[in-house]
């Protein structure tokens, strides 16, 4: 399969096509045109909303459990393997443009959140479900287009995701404690069971007690490794914009891998575009209970995925001095450049975290995919069951397959969903500006910020019962 099909996917969209690399240029550059840059206009509007904490109702999450879970998704091997593989194929260069399209894909991330909060459903539980191919079915009406994602979701959340972040934990476990990839891989399905099982309000409340204290021990560990490094910080800071360019004398005929590895890790990071998060984003009751808040917490989440944790991981691996060497490499290096900050205490401190970091996302992979199962007609007993059977398989096959097939097929499978999603917020773009409008509108006055579907202008149908007339 991988010869005939993965293979040729991944050429004409990350390969010698790049497709995708100019999909998601073009769109996060539409949507900071659109929304008038409101990833810098309203920085700080971001975290004032996590200051008005609470649920506008008792069948949903939180706006911070879904920060979270989102979050949860997001933070998994990019942030440690996909920095150093961006950086062992375009050199530090590659930093940059993570920067750069984590940036842009902040105000993609809000578009389709903020879509995600105003297409959600409630399903026989009473409980939100939303996502891309809730919006591409209500929001356009296209059910064909809606079918084809959620497919493409399945076969990246639902199965390789899951699988690939299974075999960094696996390689890394192996690695630094000589544990079986074969029993990594059985513990890791059998602890998720335990977890996912318990449904999405479970997978919230999991996500709620680690994230944060995983992401705070990591950014406090690259932070003292700065500390100790303080003098070189200047130049590889330095190192890193020019390199970008290829300006360096080591980076000079690197520029286009820089590019490519780093807008490609970067995207596969914060996951801005490629219509995984909008799941979570639908699944939270925000106070204010206006679908633009969800928008904002989102987009809060881009930054602090690959502006903060992926910056964390460079910092760690350059300073270690690992640069550009050609060669696809994964958690290995990160544990390397750890281990020579700390010694053997840097390499068990990196098998913890990419642990951690991984089986969250492997957790909260299975709570995307579940979302869709009705388009198949499926969202029953016997579905819900095959579709945990399959998934617990592929973390079990993932902890054993090979590194390059495990990234090979994610690579394929984020690019589908993100080609299908892109055109689907690009569509959907009069109710982004409109809903964007109607919040700010409301804030400059004073109103109450419950959105009301009679007062703002939207595409398609929005689901009965879920918002006020």
Known sequence: MSEFIVGPMNNLLWGDGQLLIYVLL?????????????????????????????????????????????????????NLAGVAMAISLGGSGAVFWMWVIALLGMATGFAESVLGQLYKVRDSHKEFRGGPAYYIRLGLNQKGLAVLFSL???LGYGASFSAMQANTIAEALNNTFAISTSTSGIVIAAVAGVIVMGGFKRIARFAEL???????????????????????L??????????????????????????????????????????????????????????????????????????????????VVLLAGVGS??????????????????????????????TLFAFTSVVANYAYAESNLHFFHLDNKWGKGAYTALYLCMVVWGANASLKEAWNLADMSLGLMTMVNIYAIIQLTPTIVNLMQDYADKRRAGKDME?????????GQVAEGVWKD
């Open 26 to 78: 073009f769109a996060g550059v539409w949507f900071s045109v659109r929304l008038r840059l409101i990833q810098l206009r309203e920085f700080t509007h971001m975290f004032k909303l996590l200051k008005k904490e609470g649920k506008s109702d008792p069948q949903g999450i939180s706006s911070f459990q879904a920060l979270c879970t989102g979050l949860s998704a997001r933070v998994g091997t990019g």
């Open 152 to 154: 493409c979701l399945f």
């Open 210 to 232: 680690v994230v944060p204290w995983m992401g705070l021990a990591f950014v406090a560990t690259a932070v003292i490794i700065a500390a100790m490094n303080f003098t070189q």
């Open 234 to 315: 200047p130049a590889l800071l330095l190192d890193i914009v020019l390199s970008a360019f290829g300006l360096t004398e080591a980076s000079a005929g690197a520029l286009g891998a820089a590019i490519k590895s780093g807008i490609q890790r970067g995207m596969y990071s914060n996951e801005a575009g490629a219509g995984s998060v909008p799941h979570a984003a639908a699944g939270a009751a925000p106070k204010p209970n206006h679908p633009v808040a969800q928008g904002y917490i989102q987009m809060l989440g881009v930054f602090l995925d690959t502006i903060v944790l992926c910056s964390c991981t460079a910092v």
């Open 325 to 354: 060497s050609g060669e696809i490499a994964g958690i290995g290096v990160t544990q390397y450049a750890m281990s020579v900050h700390f010694g053997d205490y840097g390499d068990d401190f990196i098998a913890v975290a990419i």
């Open 451 to 459: 959105f009301h579907r009679s007062e703002v202008n939207v595409q």
